[in-house]
T-cell receptor
Framework: SAVISQKPSRDICQRGTSLTIQCQVDSQVTMMFWYRQQPGQSLTLIAT?????????ESGFVIDKFPISRPNLTFSTLTVSNMSPEDSSIYLCRRGRTGATCSYEQYFGPGTRLTVT | GQQLNQSPQSMFIQEGEDVSMNCTSSSIFNTWLWYKQDPGEGPVLLIA?????ELTSNGRLTAQFGITRKDSFLNISASIPSDVGIYFC?????????????FGQGTRLTINP
């Protein structure tokens, strides 16, 4: 199984500040994905992070609020900017398929639990 | 867009009971994935189904890919306390790109000892 790590695992932040979440995967992948899971809800895709190009955002999410970096094939960051209490969620990264397999097995990081006060 | 409807939304059972949950869609999926999420953790892949009619087991878990490709179910036999968590079905979205996953709303499983 894949090894995917996220930092920080949790944080409590004040309104108006920003937090950058890091995701490291153990094998090179073209695509990495960022999700938000609000309390008691399912997972919502924020954006797809492609190495070497701009991230692709889903409806309702914008780059100014959730800037993403993808400097290489094993690492990505998501920043939650100008936070408000409504941003309190678990943020998860997911690894896309590796080049060596056609499998759809998809692995998630452990998540970052963000609380905004 | 593609949506997955998962039921039931929550289950309260006694330890040792069998559990069954399902996922349906109005559109066809070529792959079904079942995840479990423990409190404070990211989802972990339990079973992946790639072929209509496929029945796959992983220990006490059994999942089937519906023959119409529009549904899937997950069964857990002889439940134990560590089965507590939220179970999600998911499938790749081909409208938006093969690697994007659509998720069901989740089934929250609670077990009374």
């Amino acid at each position: 199984s894949a090894v995917i790590s996220q930092k920080p695992s949790r944080d409590i932040c004040q309104r108006g500040t920003s937090l950058t979440i890091q995701c490291q995967v153990d094998s090179q992948v073209t695509m990495m994905f960022w999700y938000r899971q609000q309390p008691g809800q399912s997972l919502t895709l924020i954006a797809t992070a492609n190495q070497g190009s701009e991230a692709t955002y889903e409806s309702g999410f914008v780059i100014d609020k959730f800037p993403i970096s993808r400097p290489n094939l094993t690492f990505s960051t998501l920043t939650v900017s100008n936070m408000s209490p409504e941003d309190s969620s678990i943020y998860l990264c997911r690894r896309g398929r590796t080049g060596a397999t056609c499998s759809y097995e998809q692995y998630f990081g452990p998540g970052t639990r963000l609380t905004v006060t | 867009g593609q949506q997955l409807n998962q039921s039931p939304q929550s289950m309260f059972i006694q330890e040792g009971e069998d559990v069954s949950m399902n996922c349906t869609s109005s559109s066809i999926f070529n792959t079904w994935l079942w995840y479990k999420q423990d409190p404070g953790e990211g989802p972990v892949l339990l079973i992946a189904l790639y072929k209509a009619g496929e029945l796959t087991s992983n220990g006490r878990l059994t999942a089937q890919f519906g023959i119409t490709r529009k549904d899937s179910f997950l069964n857990i036999s002889a439940s134990i306390p560590s089965d507590v968590g939220i179970y999600f079905c998911a499938g790749p979205s081909f409208i938006q790109g093969a690697q994007k996953l659509v998720f069901g709303q989740g089934t929250r499983l609670t077990i009374n000892p």
